[in-house]
């Protein structure tokens, strides 16, 4: 990575003014300094990824002594705690990096457009980077929890409680991706302190609220999983209101037209998942064979991009979200525009 940008620097000298003479404020920066804001800027992403496994180590903790107090077995809460700290994080995890590879390349241009104080551009390219995040993830979620069984056993085999599991552990993924992209928002506008609130606060109520809801869970008479995965949503959803509280009172972020976009897209989700739920009584996924599972998921993942799909451009949401001239390069790029 760093040749690369080493070798970009080197391309583009002109351009960065790399020949021009160094000005008399420029000799003010030291490498202190920009040491000092390197780690500044680094730290939030190193506490992220702590959190992230600090919160699989409260789990680790707490699930398989509290569900065996509870009555459970061995093997059912071994499951369940490897499905919630091992394997299905690893598939949630690819769906978190296709959607924040997609989001996190508007953060610069958020910073960009903070650094010259322009906040009505700050306010759009916040409201853009959500909106994007709904529209992938959104369905992209609804969808593998809806064909968790045929994922689930393409990557790992048959096993139906860590299916189950992971049919709602998979909206975690959902989740951490907003409360990833705020994070690093928050970052951007250089505001740390609201930063770690947000990921203390996080990881507390974690602490406090896991063992309970399991026991809420014996006594609601749900299944017991739901419990460590209903703490971390609620967790991270706290985290994810507070900073958009902050945005919206100290920025004076406006997201009055996420909310509308969220609703159509959540509408439009729906829609797509009747479809599904529709097609699976002439054509039911539930095989053991892997060959057979993987042709399953590309049939239904065919039909419910194509259904959904369909309603972003007959709704032109498509168009409102990623803007005209971002589509228009993406049908030249497939040539089906000139």
Same mark, same amino acid.
């Given at each position: 990575a760093y040749l690369y940008l080493v070798s970009r620097i080197s391309k583009n000298k002109e351009k960065l003014n790399k020949n021009a003479d160094i000005k008399e404020e420029e000799l003010k920066i030291t490498n202190?300094?920009?040491?000092?804001?390197? @780690?500044?800027?680094?730290?939030?992403?190193?506490?992220? *990824?702590?959190?992230?496994?600090?919160?699989?180590?409260? *789990?680790?903790?707490?699930v398989v002594r509290t569900l065996n =107090?509870?009555?459970?077995? &061995?093997?059912?809460?071994?499951?369940?705690?490897?499905?919630?700290?091992?394997?299905?994080?690893?598939? +949630?995890?690819?769906?978190? $990096?296709?959607?924040?590879?997609?989001?996190?390349?508007?953060?610069? +241009?958020?910073? $960009?457009?903070?650094?010259?104080? *322009?906040?009505?551009?700050? +306010?759009?390219?916040? =409201?853009?980077?959500?909106?994007?995040?709904?529209?992938?993830?959104?369905?992209m979620v609804v969808g593998i929890s809806f064909l968790a069984y045929p994922l689930w056993n393409i990557f790992y085999g048959y096993d139906m409680l860590s299916i189950n599991i992971f049919r709602y552990?998979?909206?975690?993924?959902?989740?951490?991706?907003?409360?990833?992209?705020?994070? =690093?928002?928050?970052?951007?506008? =250089?505001?740390?302190?609201?930063?770690?609130? &947000?990921?203390?606060?996080?990881?507390?109520?974690? @602490?406090?609220? +896991?063992?309970?809801?399991?026991?809420?869970?014996k006594y609601i008479d749900i299944p017991l999983y739901l419990g460590p995965i209903m703490v971390t949503l609620i967790t991270q959803g706290m985290a994810i209101m507070y900073i958009i509280y902050i945005l919206k009172r100290n920025y004076e972020i406006k997201f009055k037209e996420t909310l509308k976009v969220f609703i159509k897209i959540t509408l439009a989700t729906l829609i797509m998942l009747l479809v599904l739920v529709l097609m699976k009584n002439f054509i039911n996924f539930e095989s053991t064979s892997r060959l057979l599972s993987i042709l399953y998921i590309c049939i239904y993942a065919l039909v419910g991009i194509i259904v959904y799909g369909l309603i972003m451009i007959k709704t032109k949401l498509l168009n409102q979200v990623l803007g005209g001239k971002f589509i228009n390069n993406i049908l030249k790029k497939l040539h089906l525009k000139r």
């Open positions: 202190k300094n920009l040491l000092k804001k390197i @780690v500044l800027y680094a730290l939030p992403f190193i506490v992220i *990824d702590l959190v992230k496994s600090a919160y699989a180590l409260v *789990d680790t903790m707490t =107090n509870l009555g459970k077995t &061995a093997a059912y809460a071994e499951t369940t705690l490897g499905v919630i700290t091992t394997w299905g994080t690893k598939l +949630n995890m690819i769906v978190i $990096s296709i959607s924040l590879g997609m989001v996190v390349s508007l953060i610069p +241009n958020i910073a $960009s457009s903070y650094v010259k104080k *322009d906040m009505k551009e700050v +306010n759009k390219k916040v =409201n853009q980077s959500l909106q994007v995040l709904l529209l992938i993830i959104l369905p552990f998979i909206f975690q993924a959902l989740f951490f991706s907003f409360f990833t992209v705020l994070i =690093n928002l928050m970052q951007t506008l =250089n505001n740390t302190k609201v930063t770690f609130i &947000a990921l203390l606060t996080s990881f507390i109520g974690k @602490v406090i609220l +896991n063992i309970p809801f399991m026991h809420l869970c």
